[in-house]
């Protein structure tokens, strides 16, 4: 009787161990499939992760090539700006370009029309908003139709015309601003157009500080 008893006894608890066991080959067996799963779905999102940052990466390199292309003129009156000492700050702050399609001077003259000085209040308005004491850079520009000191020339007076009307019509100080002439030797675009000659043809207000 006491063998049968233990022999039952010995039984059940290798029936049990085995059980044990293999219940616990199974928990492990499932939390290993769930730890690849969840390795899986972290290496997923790594990778968009990683994907994300690529693309902001290239985005910003494009604006920061575009900033380079568009601002030449602009860290050149930055420059000479801080050279002359007229900055507190030494900042480049923003430019505004004013087009043949907004300041719509006529053939051979440098004299304002009403949209340019409509323009050139919106300009005064928002640097007036602002309430910075600024330092403005006017650059004349002009298509490639004529001899270049021609175009230098009649690229500084309309710069000097346009720092006139800021100071008699906007009230801006004169020394606060200076005026250049790039006559055609900075186009945006080729002139080989009658088109692409009216964008060429532009005053260029950089904004510093």
Known sequence: MRFTTLSVLAITLLTTACATKNFVRRENSTMEERMAQKMTEMEGQIEETQTEIERVEDRTEQNEQQVVELSKTSQEALDRAIAAGKLAEGKFLYEAVLTDDKVRFGFDRAELSDEAKAALDSFAAEVKS????????????????????????????????????????????????????????????????????????????????
């Open 130 to 209: 602002n309430n910075q004491d600024v330092y403005i850079e006017i650059q004349g520009h002009t298509d490639s139709v004529g001899p270049d000191a021609y175009n230098h020339t009649l690229g500084l007076e309309r710069a000097e015309a346009v720092r006139t009307y800021l100071s008699q019509g906007q009230g801006f100080a004169l020394h606060r601003m200076s005026v250049i002439s790039y006559g055609e030797s900075e186009p945006v675009v080729a002139n080989d157009n009658r088109e692409n000659r009216s964008q060429n043809r532009r005053v260029l207000l950089v904004v510093l500080k």
